[in-house]
Structures are given as C-alpha cells and as structure tokens.
C-alpha cells in the first residue's frame, strides 16, 4: 500500500477549450443578402417592365385610338343633339324638294329606332340604342344604314374612362390582358366606327306607345354631310298580308284565309308612308269582282212531303191492281186515264 494518505474523490470541471468552434452565421448573413439582392433587382425589373408596358399601352391608344375617339364622340353629340331636339315634337308632313330617296340606296348611313321615353338624356338614349331589335323599315325604303346599336355597343372603347383600367392594374399579367383587349379591339372595332363616321344620312324613327303596328311612329332623315333635315312625318301602320289563291281548271274552289297583321307588314307601310311624303307612288290594291250574292235557303219540290188525298190513294190502288192482272194474262189492261194520271 502507497504511503500517501488516501483522499475522497472529488469532482473536478472538465478544462475551457482554448478555441470556439466556427459559428455558421456568417453563411446566413451572405446567402440572406445574395437572396435580397437577387429579389430587388427581380422586383425592380417587373417594375420597369411594367412602366414600359403602361408607355406601349398609352402610345397605342393615344396613336391609333385617340383620333378616332374625337371624331366619334363629336359624331355621337351631333346626332343625339338632333334626336332630342325632335323626339318630343308632333312632325307635320314635310320633305326637302331636293330629296330622291332612290339616290340614297347605295350612299352610306346609320339608322336609329328608339321610344320616346329614351330621349330625353344621352345615357337614356344610349341604352335605348344598346336595346334596339332588328326591323324591316329601312329594308322596305330600299336602304341600308348601319344600325346605332353597333355604335352604342363600342362606345365604352373610345371614350376616356377605357384608359382608367390601364392604371388600375397593379401588375405585368392584368397589363398584358389589357394590351392584348386593346389590340384586337383596335383592329376589330375601330373600322366599324369609321364607317358609321362617314356617313352620309342619319334615320330616326321614333315610337310612341307599346307596340309599332297599333301607335304612331314619328320618321326623320337627315343630310349628314349638310347638316340638314329632308324629311319629317308621323306615320300610323296600316298594312296587312293579304293571301290569294288561284284556281286553275276544275280545281276545286276554296276560300282564302283572312289578311294578316306581321311586323314585316307593319314596317313597310310605315315605309310606304315615307315614300309617299318624300314624293314617291303609293301602292294601292283594289278587286273589280263582283260580290258574291248570299247564298239563299233551299225551297221544298213542289208536292213533297203533302199526304195524298183519300180519293188519289184509292185511284193508285186500283190503277196498280189493273196492272198486276195485265201482267198476269200477259194482255194489258185498261187503265182509266185519270188514275193512270194520278197513279204515277
């Protein structure tokens, strides 16, 4: 055994290390500040690209929209100035003595046909130019206007507030539906525009009550050109479809179906009475056949149905036995000449 005296065990800390291990932030600072640096200058890239975009767009619209947006819009006012300048009126039966409605079917023109209820501002007439239906009065007067609904319907296009859309979209992809709208818009409406821009008349009819066959319909034609009103007049339909039949040979005779009130009907002879204030033949129709007289109740044949007399019954009677016997003898009997008379 050792000498040296025994000692109780004690704990004893482990020595500091002379050095830390190396810490890994300054891997977290650089790729942090590559990963910030790389997401700015992305950031800062759409933002010029997006200025760029918002540029192209303006340009396009200020370049190739703009100029046919002024000529529109001034188009618009003088003919909405000229609709609410009458709509309200009682047209008395005038025409321009210059005025050859034959003239007008090949020039260029636009048509309008509104209620009277949707004239008295431009956004009531605007929407009663969106909700204009097809008809046949500019067909019967042998004309063909572009209809006002295709102005109606592409105006928000040409107007200023369209543009609003280019700054309220707050990034490349709603800027590039945008241009995409405006390009295709540029090439598909901008042509039709200017095609109603230069025309040559403008056609009003204008309606008063439910319905065009049963209320007056108040027509005006205006010299776009000239800025001059050529015609003016109310016009109450009163046209109807009138069948006819024909029989050939022995076909048996049948009896035609009654006139017919139709909205095709009804729009050429509002027509016709436009033709016949601008000067223009009216057709009329008439028949040369006499009536036919009624027909009258059949009278009974003379005798039928009265019961003979008792004498007649007897004279038959007797006539008929003389003729019987005759037959049997095969000679032939005398019969008395009266009831032979009355017998038969």
Not at 28 to 33: L, N, P, S
Not at 115 to 123: F, Q
Request: net charge negative; charged share 25%; proline share 7%.
């Amino acid at each position: 055994m050792s000498e040296e005296e025994l000692r109780p065990a004690t704990y004893q800390e482990p020595e500091a290390r002379a050095f830390k291990p190396p810490s890994p932030w300054k891997w977290i600072v650089a790729v942090t500040g590559a990963a910030a640096l790389i997401i700015g200058f992305y950031q800062w890239r759409e933002r010029d690209k997006e200025h760029a975009l918002r540029q192209e767009i303006a340009a396009t619209y200020a370049t190739e929209v703009q100029p046919v947006s002024e000529q529109v819009l001034a188009f618009r006012a003088k003919l909405e100035g000229w609709v609410t300048e009458v709509a309200h009126d009682v047209p008395e039966t005038w025409a321009d003595e210059r005025l050859d409605l034959g003239g007008l079917h090949g020039a260029a023109g636009v048509y309008l046909r509104v209620h009277e209820d949707a004239v008295d501002d431009p956004y009531t007439l605007a929407e009663g130019g969106r909700g204009m239906t097809q008809d046949a009065i500019a067909r019967c007067l042998g004309l063909s206007p572009l209809s006002m609904r295709g102005l109606y319907e592409r105006l928000p296009f040409v107007e200023p507030e369209w543009m609003e859309r280019v700054n309220a979209a707050d990034d490349n992809m709603r800027l590039r539906v945008v241009q995409d709208e405006l390009e295709r818009r540029a090439s598909r409406d901008l042509p039709v525009l200017m095609d109603m821009v230069q025309s040559d008349y403008f056609l009003l009819a204008v309606e008063h009550g439910s319905s065009r066959s049963e209320h007056p319909v108040d027509v005006y034609l205006w010299d776009i050109r000239r800025d001059a009103l050529l015609l003016k007049t109310r016009t109450q339909a009163r046209g109807a479809l009138i069948p006819v039949r024909i029989g050939i040979g022995d076909a048996p005779a049948g009896t035609a179906p009654a006139p017919q009130l139709r909205g095709g009907v009804t729009d050429c002879s509002i027509a016709s009475q436009v033709r016949a204030a601008a000067g223009g033949a009216t057709p009329e129709i008439r028949s040369d056949m006499p009536v036919a007289p009624p027909p009258e109740e059949a009278e009974g044949v003379e005798g039928e149905g009265e019961e003979p007399s008792e004498g007649e019954a007897g004279a038959a009677e007797a006539g008929a036995a003389e003729a019987g016997a005759a037959e049997a003898s095969g000679g032939e009997a005398e019969v008395p000449a009266e009831a032979t008379a009355e017998g038969t």
